[in-house]
């Protein structure tokens, strides 16, 4: 596989920036808030060894995800926990397809759909090595380990309990992690960053154990593995680490595994010199006390000069002063409830880990580029949660950047619609770079990303609401439409519309042969068709008929006992089906609510706070329930969703969301708290006329917003 160069990402993104279609947000008023010490008082800090106090620096493309010696030297103690990887948006590995294995030749299973038989790619049985195949590749690729080891010859690597005295510090208002601590008796400091614009990493280092070469740097590679923590350090033989050029304070690789390349560049300041320690090692030995040098990678040759340490210090200073200081902000300073500064520390941490694994050139992974979940692919339904708070917070830049993708796997979406039967395109779910849907036995039968186009396009509208924009978004809104009309049957018994079967709800729990009118799936559809016919009036065109059909005979919400059930004929959501997503809270919470009545979710959000399994809940469930809290006018049960004491609700030092063992962060909850907590303080169109509309008036909290944005 070949990786997926700058140009490639870049190269939709220009094309939409010469439209203008990228733009400053506009302003919206606020009150002066101390942004600084909003930001210091949340900085994560650690004086002991912790898996879960990783730390990462990077840039949204590029992540180096470090341990307390600001370095990744206990690798290998975090791995079960917590993995240190070095990772990059572009940096895709595909292990070479096993010797009698065809893609081609994959077996769709079928699934009747009013008399019709539809495949989907659902089946393992009697082809489970392809079938695995095709989930697991293309996955992402750890890109190298940077740590320290003791420098005697053979070299040693360091054990956690030699690392004493720890004292670190990430300073998130200029990107800068600071990392002190004790080993063989002597201190060490590392300084490490980001460069905003590169993919490189600056360090300095000082210590007098460098000296007389007690302690080294290592940078080692590893083969590409789809496990979670992307690599697999047994078979050098499969991999290649070639010298390109080497000279006095500058090392030059060009790294190859199968048909995956990409290039390094290790560049120092001082007295030191690298030697090879191995097929895929390389050792820096310094002569003086302190040791500056810039690591950087790329799928093409970098350029012969590179920025120096101390430039990348000063750019990583400038990036996040500004990330800071023109975004949104808010303040819960005051407050006397005692869930008001954990709610503030999510808050900004959340910001930072979003910024850094949420707003690449592609759709996130839902560990961004911490380490591999699902083989780092990304799940089109997840980046809503992962992307939309960035508009919300005024840092429309962030969330523009993934959305060339959508254009750029439209031929593969029309197809998949094509080889179902529909019209149109069908967005698949779990994919890679080139957009084609994984097998699962879930995964291809969602719907509830379809719309996702519609609303990305909308909110594009809003940054920019001329032609272009338009012209921009035409071609991915009305082929997202017409999969959605074409997918909607029509029941000759009631002459409705309906959704399914087949097809899997957001909670992915029943039976796809039986599942039918699911709440938020019918809500998300008629606001999805109603903005494609938006988009048509806008571009001077009549409504498309068809649409009008669909939009004006979808089927009634299923509504029993005064409460929204999960879908159609589950009389038993609240007592049988009350764990996974809450999903039918999303009509009103997500979407501003077609169709949807105020006093009935009302009723159903109070049930479900009452009833649901929050053990067997997601990250993201918390604050979608908050949202739809807030639009219900129950403001102290959206805080109380949003800050819920559940295992998935549990925030680490470094302020990922936990989720289960293999799965130690989880950005969809970092991104929802966002959502939810920009709507709570900025309100949403039709929120009450009064400030911070989705908090309690109960004198517990103050709540200062600055800079947001209302909520669709």
Not at 240 to 256: A, K, N, Y
Not at 465 to 470: D, I, K, N
Not at 471 to 485: C, G, K, L, Q
Request: hydrophobic share 40%; net charge positive; glycine share 8%.
């Amino acid at each position: 596989m070949r990786l997926w160069t700058r140009r490639d990402f870049l190269r939709g993104l220009t094309v939409l920036a010469g439209s203008g279609w990228i733009m400053p947000s506009w302003p919206v008023a606020g009150v002066e808030l101390d942004r600084r010490a909003i930001v210091r008082r949340h900085e994560p800090r650690f004086s002991r060894f912790d898996p879960y106090g990783a730390l990462t620096v990077g840039n949204g493309r590029f992540a180096f995800t470090a341990d307390v010696t600001g370095l990744q030297t206990l690798a290998e103690a975090c791995e079960k926990e917590f993995p240190l990887c070095t990772t990059a948006d572009w940096a895709w590995h595909t292990t070479p397809l096993p010797a009698g294995l065809d893609p081609a030749a994959f077996r769709y299973e079928e699934y009747d759909t009013y008399g019709r038989k539809v495949g989907y790619a659902t089946r393992p049985d009697g082809q489970e090595e392809l079938f695995r195949w095709l989930r697991e590749n293309p996955h992402r690729l750890h890109l190298g380990r940077l740590a320290f080891a003791a420098g005697e010859r053979p070299l040693r690597h360091l054990r956690a309990d030699e690392i004493r005295e720890v004292d670190q510090h990430l300073d998130l208002w200029e990107g800068l992690l600071t990392s002190r601590f004790e080993w063989a008796g002597q201190p060490v400091r590392v300084r490490s960053c980001c460069h905003p614009e590169w993919d490189l990493l600056a360090v300095e280092i000082e210590s007098g154990a460098m000296v007389d070469g007690g302690l080294a740097v290592v940078l080692r590679f590893p083969y590409g593995s789809p496990a979670v923590a992307m690599a697999d350090w047994s078979v050098p033989e499969r991999h290649t680490t070639r010298v390109e050029r080497q000279r006095p304070g500058e090392l030059r690789l060009e790294r190859s595994l199968d048909d995956t390349r990409y290039h390094v560049v290790w560049a120092w300041e001082g007295r030191a010199v690298a030697e090879p320690g191995g097929p895929h090692e390389w050792v820096l030995r310094s002569r003086d006390p302190q040791l500056r040098f810039v690591l950087a990678f790329g799928p093409e040759p970098l350029p012969r000069r590179l920025p120096p340490v101390g430039a990348t210090f000063r750019a990583s200073a400038r990036h996040w002063n500004a990330f800071w200081s023109e975004g949104g902000a808010v303040d819960f300073d005051g407050s006397t409830d005692p869930r008001a500064q954990e709610l503030e520390r999510r808050v900004v941490l959340s910001q930072y880990n979003t910024a850094l694994h949420s707003a690449g050139r592609l759709p996130p992974a839902e560990t961004g580029l911490l380490f591999n979940s699902w083989y780092g692919k990304f799940h089109l339904e997840m980046h809503w949660w992962h992307a939309v708070h960035f508009v919300a917070w005024n840092r429309f830049e962030l969330f523009a950047r993934a959305l060339p993708y959508y254009r750029a796997i439209l031929p593969e979406a029309r197809a998949l619609a094509r080889r179902q039967g529909y019209r149109g395109a069908r967005w698949p779910k779990m994919v890679g770079p080139e957009g084609r849907d994984s097998p699962s036995t879930v995964g291809p039968l969602l719907i509830w990303q379809q719309p996702h186009p519609i609303y990305y396009a909308e909110l594009c509208w809003r940054e920019r609401p001329v032609r272009e924009t338009l012209e921009t978004w035409r071609e991915v809104v009305f082929e997202t439409a017409e999969f959605m009309a074409s997918f909607a049957h029509r029941d000759p018994a009631t002459g409705r519309y309906v959704l399914g079967p087949p097809l899997k709800t957001v909670s992915e729990n029943t039976d796809p042969r039986a599942t039918r009118n699911p709440t938020f799936e019918l809500t998300y559809w008629r606001w999805g068709l109603t903005t494609a016919q938006r988009w048509r009036r806008r571009l001077g065109l009549r409504p498309d008929p068809r649409w009008e059909a669909v939009l004006q005979g979808l089927a009634p919400l299923p509504v029993a006992d005064g409460l929204y059930l999960m879908q159609e004929g589950m009389t038993d959501t609240y007592t049988r089906w009350n764990w996974e997503h809450p999903a039918l809270l999303g009509a009103l919470g997500m979407l501003p609510g077609p169709g949807v009545d105020r006093q009935t979710m009302r009723r159903s959000v109070r049930r479900v706070m009452e009833v649901w399994q929050w053990d067997r809940c997601w990250g993201w469930d918390f604050p979608l329930t908050a949202m739809a809290a807030a639009r219900c006018g129950e403001p102290e049960l959206a805080v109380d969703a949003l800050l819920l004491p559940a295992v998935k609700n549990r925030y680490h030092p470094n302020g990922h969301n936990y989720q289960r063992p293999g799965l130690t962060a989880y950005l969809p909850g970092n991104g929802g708290l966002l959502a939810a907590v920009a709507m709570m303080t900025a309100g949403w169109t039709g929120a009450p006329p009064e400030p911070q509309p989705g908090f309690p008036k109960n004198g517990r909290w103050k709540v200062r917003g600055e800079n947001l944005r209302p909520w669709l």
